[in-house]
């Protein structure tokens, strides 16, 4: 019965500095956005999250460690769009799929202004960048595959690399959303139809 009252304990404690650490992380996000990741400091976040100093530090020894474990759930977030893209079919319809939801994936506001911080600081300390660039590179990967069945059933003729189709994908992806956002709206069915007819002319 101790035994068992331990275990209990013992997780009830694994939980609540899980809890506690994904609350540090999202108020990071928050002082990042409101404030630049550059200008934003280790306390700033200890003082809006309600929390030590040494309890932070208890997680992450730097902003720098707080970014990574941004990039980290970044990742979670895109595997699941990346195992979507391999997994549907036919591959012309998981790619139509993936536009959608990668669309609206980049159009949320918080993700825009957080990229914006991310590639700032990047030109400060290209070191900040180098878990969204792995992040990036996995979702340009699995894209170029899909890309390759596509243009292998369009059987097109001097088709650009699946690689640089990825490549230019993502952009107008990424650029649309970003373009809407700093509008202050969500893109419209126009610019949505344009994008699509883009990739088109793309594959």
Do not use: W
Not at 37 to 64: C, E, M, P, W
Not at 71 to 100: C, G, H, N, W, Y
Not at 143 to 157: R, T
């Amino acid at each position: 019965m101790c035994e068992v009252k331990k275990m209990s304990e013992k997780q009830s404690r694994a939980e609540a500095a899980d809890a506690r650490r994904q609350h540090i992380v999202q108020t990071a996000v928050i002082c990042f956005i409101e404030q630049g990741f550059h200008q934003t400091s280790i306390r700033d976040i200890a003082k809006r999250a309600g929390v030590s100093l040494g309890n932070i530090y208890n997680h992450f020894d730097s902003k720098s460690a707080l970014i990574a474990e941004i990039a980290t759930i970044e990742a979670s977030d895109l595997e699941k769009m990346q195992d979507a893209l391999s997994a549907a079919s036919p591959p012309r319809t998981a790619l139509d799929s993936f536009v959608t939801r990668y669309l609206d994936y980049c159009s949320k506001p918080a993700h825009t202004a957080l990229t914006v911080e991310i590639l700032a600081e990047a030109v400060r300390d290209p070191k900040i960048a180098d878990g969204f660039g792995q992040n990036r590179d996995h979702l340009l990967a699995a894209l170029e595959g899909q890309i390759a069945k596509v243009q292998q059933d369009l059987k097109a003729e001097n088709a650009l690399a699946p690689q640089d189709c990825a490549e230019f994908i993502l952009d107008l992806i990424e650029g649309l959303a970003m373009r809407a956002v700093f509008s202050g709206r969500k893109a419209t069915d126009a610019e949505i139809k344009a994008l699509r007819t883009a990739i088109d002319r793309i594959l």
